[in-house]
């Protein structure tokens, strides 16, 4: 989803970072071989990821909704020397393909995969973390926020993504909506609780920047 005028978004995706070559590698497969492609975060997007994760160079990182991994590999490029990264997904069938890349990159020994139920695997990991990303199935923001927020370290930073949801965070809510109605509940969260500190940027679908105090 784009917010911005056709002609001023093209504008700025050229005078933004290119992807890397690997990364347009694994997004031209996800076009070619994997259902629901437009998931892909994409290169600007990915540019935006990795430049926040460079700035904040986390040691542990954790991503909710791997998808093919390119967002994990763009996030995983802020890490620090002895970082590591840990995705969950709940689709199995792209395991591989995830891994495919993973192995391909220069941090595959820095990238921990997980597949299943992030609810149930998220208390099982025994790290404190940097930088979170969230990007998984909307109506269970709020149960992964109230999962992460008492393992993130002070000054930790939790990004959120398809906030806006296709503008519907700002139509007539029709009650049979889940989604945006966990969305509007979750970004209301994001912006009045005290533990945190929070931006909304209208970068693609919408993207939270939460800094943990």
Request: glycine letters at 6%; proline letters at 3%.
């Amino acid at each position: 989803m784009h917010f911005l005028p056709e002609k001023i978004d093209n504008y700025i995706v050229k005078h933004s970072q290119e992807e890397p070559v690997l990364l347009k590698e694994l997004s031209k497969e996800t076009w070619q071989k994997v259902l629901n492609p437009r998931m892909l975060s994409g290169a600007f997007q990915g540019r935006v990821l990795s430049m926040i994760a460079k700035l904040i160079n986390p040691n542990s990182i954790l991503e909710i909704g791997t998808y093919t991994g390119y967002s994990a590999l763009c996030l995983a490029e802020g890490l620090g020397e002895n970082g590591m990264l840990y995705t969950i997904d709940k689709n199995e069938e792209l395991e591989d393909l995830q891994k495919k890349y993973f192995d391909k990159s220069e941090f595959s020994n820095q990238i921990k995969q997980y597949i299943g139920n992030a609810i149930e695997i998220i208390p099982t990991i025994e790290e404190k973390f940097d930088l979170v990303f969230i990007d998984a199935d909307k109506s269970n923001y709020l149960n992964y926020f109230n999962l992460i927020i008492d393992k993130m370290n002070s000054g930790g930073v939790i990004l959120s993504d398809n906030v806006l949801w296709s503008g519907k965070v700002v139509e007539e809510l029709d009650k049979k909506d889940k989604d945006t109605k966990v969305l509007l509940e979750y970004n209301s969260l994001l912006n009045n609780d005290e533990r945190v500190e929070t931006v909304l940027l209208p970068i693609r679908d919408g993207l939270t920047i939460t800094r943990v105090k």
